[in-house]
């Protein structure tokens, strides 16, 4: 039967909605978060249940096409010609035990709503900078928070799914009842079945204290490795991020900062003030900025300063073994060229704690590696995209001596697969579960390499 007429019958049997192609709302429906990515699915579903799920599965088999879950969009990487979308803002439950520190999330259910619930009450949930982004999403490719040096990756927090597989049969599992399923959920994504709820720990944070300090870009070198140098003793409880700004000069800009330069460091203590420990990078270089003291969930959510609405961006991640004076050298003298304008962000954040000692067996790992790099490129409208591109090529290029063999899947670009994430025995062994657990390629293989 040809793909229009099946998906056609598809849409009429279902109580939520599937976009086709010529629909007046297929183009917004099957744009992605990141709006510089152009994806051309064979349709957007956003299905009311698991009926729903279950008819998409068999309409996927009938047409030839896979169903590739995208609650927000996020995360993003390629056209899928042959695939349709499926959003799952209806699977939206959310249930908060404080007692035992766990939560049951729908895969629906975004990081906001999440850490809205839990301000006040001792517990963070290990969830990424960005309050818009899907708990699924994230969790399942792995996840790099706030939080990760206490209590490791999202995935890692990651206690047991409730799974539709392509069968048709929707059962919780865990490490006892499926280990390898477990396991390939934990940083692969959602390419072994369609998960519809999670189960997952959240952090306990008794005392939450945060300092923000920020440096003229001229001190960047001395305080970068005063941050070096304090990961060899910081506790797992204290979770650093660094960040290196060269704003444009526009004139939509405030004055304070239209054409600047500069470099901020953020520090967050799950067990309350961590300033003496801080006061070696505090005097690397004059403060010129600094807010301290006790701090919450919502407050650390709000001020990501990420982008709440869909918008076009490129970017570049490099997961490094270590942080040597050269390194850093080598990376400022490059942040400093002129033809560097398009990278406006890099973001560095310290690993270790935590991270190289995972509470749960899982594909995606950060074991082992020193710093988790990323440097923002925005799109502008009218601005030529090559200055852009070459300057993604020249980051990777002057950190390349000290990438490390693994990152995390969830600061993988458009285009890249999970080979940079494992090595070829983990890939294999992803294929295998895969094999098992979805023997007709129902759902899309997301980042597999092909």
Same mark, same amino acid.
């Given at each position: 039967m040809a793909l229009r007429s099946v998906?056609?019958?598809?849409?009429?049997?279902?109580?939520?909605?599937?976009?086709?192609? &010529?629909?007046?709302?297929?183009?917004?429906?099957?744009?992605?978060?990141?709006?510089?990515i152009e994806q051309h699915p064979? &349709?957007?579903?956003?299905?009311?249940?698991?009926?729903?799920?279950?008819?998409?599965?068999?309409?996927?088999g009938d047409a030839g096409v896979t169903l590739a879950v995208q609650p927000t969009g996020h995360g993003a990487g390629g056209d899928l010609a042959d695939a349709v979308i499926v959003r799952m803002a209806a699977f939206d439950e959310l249930s908060i035990d404080l007692g035992s520190g766990v939560v049951r999330i729908g895969s629906g259910v975004r990081w906001g709503a999440v850490v809205e619930a839990l301000e006040g009450t001792g517990w963070v949930a290990p969830a990424g900078t960005s309050p818009v982004v899907a708990v699924a999403g994230y969790t399942l490719g792995g996840g790099h928070s706030w939080f990760s040096r206490t209590a490791g990756l999202g995935s890692d927090n990651l206690r047991a799914a409730w799974v539709l597989r392509s069968d048709g049969t929707h059962d919780r599992v865990d490490d006892e009842s499926d280990p390898e399923m477990m396991w390939a959920l934990r940083g692969a994504g959602g390419?072994?079945?369609?998960?519809?709820?999670?189960?997952?720990?959240?952090?306990?944070?008794p005392s939450l204290w945060g300092t923000e300090l920020t440096f003229d870009a001229a001190d960047a070198g001395s305080v970068l490795r005063a941050v070096r140098d304090l990961s060899a003793e910081?506790?797992?409880?204290?979770?650093?991020?660094?960040?290196?700004?060269?704003?444009?000069?526009?004139p939509q800009l405030p004055e304070e900062i239209r054409g600047r330069s500069f470099l901020?460091?953020?520090?967050?203590?799950?067990? &309350?003030?961590?300033?003496?420990?801080?006061?070696?990078?505090?005097?690397?270089?004059?403060?010129?900025?600094?807010?301290?003291?006790?701090?919450?969930?919502?407050t650390v959510a709000a001020s990501s300063g990420e982008p709440t609405e869909p918008t076009p961006g490129k970017g570049v991640?490099?997961?490094?073994?270590?942080?040597?004076?050269?390194?850093?050298?080598?990376?400022?003298?490059?942040?400093?060229?002129p033809d560097q304008w398009p990278i406006m962000g890099i973001d560095i954040r310290m690993l270790g704690g935590a991270l190289d000692d995972p509470r749960r067996a899982g594909f995606a790992t950060l074991q082992g590696v020193g710093w988790l790099l990323h440097a923002l490129v925005p799109v502008f409208p009218g601005v030529p995209s090559e200055p852009g591109e070459a300057s993604m090529a020249g980051f990777r290029e002057v950190l390349a001596h000290a990438i490390a063999p693994c990152t995390v899947p969830t600061f993988l670009g458009p285009g890249e697969t999970l080979e940079r994430?494992?090595?070829?025995?983990?890939?294999?062994?992803?294929?295998?579960?895969?094999?098992?657990?979805d023997p007709d390629s129902l759902i899309h293989e997301g980042r597999l390499p092909r």
């Open positions: 998906l056609e019958s598809a849409r009429h049997a279902l109580r939520g909605a599937l976009v086709l192609p &010529g629909d007046e709302s297929f183009d917004a429906a099957r744009r992605p978060w990141n709006l510089a064979a &349709g957007v579903a956003a299905p009311a249940d698991l009926r729903d799920l279950r008819a998409l599965l068999d309409a996927a390419v072994v079945g369609i998960v519809t709820a999670l189960e997952i720990d959240l952090v306990p944070a910081a506790p797992a409880s204290l979770n650093v991020f660094v960040n290196s700004m060269r704003m444009p000069d526009a901020s460091v953020r520090a967050l203590s799950t067990v &309350g003030s961590a300033d003496e420990l801080f006061e070696r990078v505090r005097r690397a270089g004059t403060v010129r900025r600094e807010m301290s003291g006790a701090t919450s969930p919502k991640s490099a997961a490094l073994s270590s942080l040597d004076d050269a390194t850093i050298d080598d990376l400022l003298r490059f942040r400093e060229l994430c494992g090595d070829p025995t983990a890939i294999d062994r992803l294929r295998a579960i895969r094999a098992a657990a």
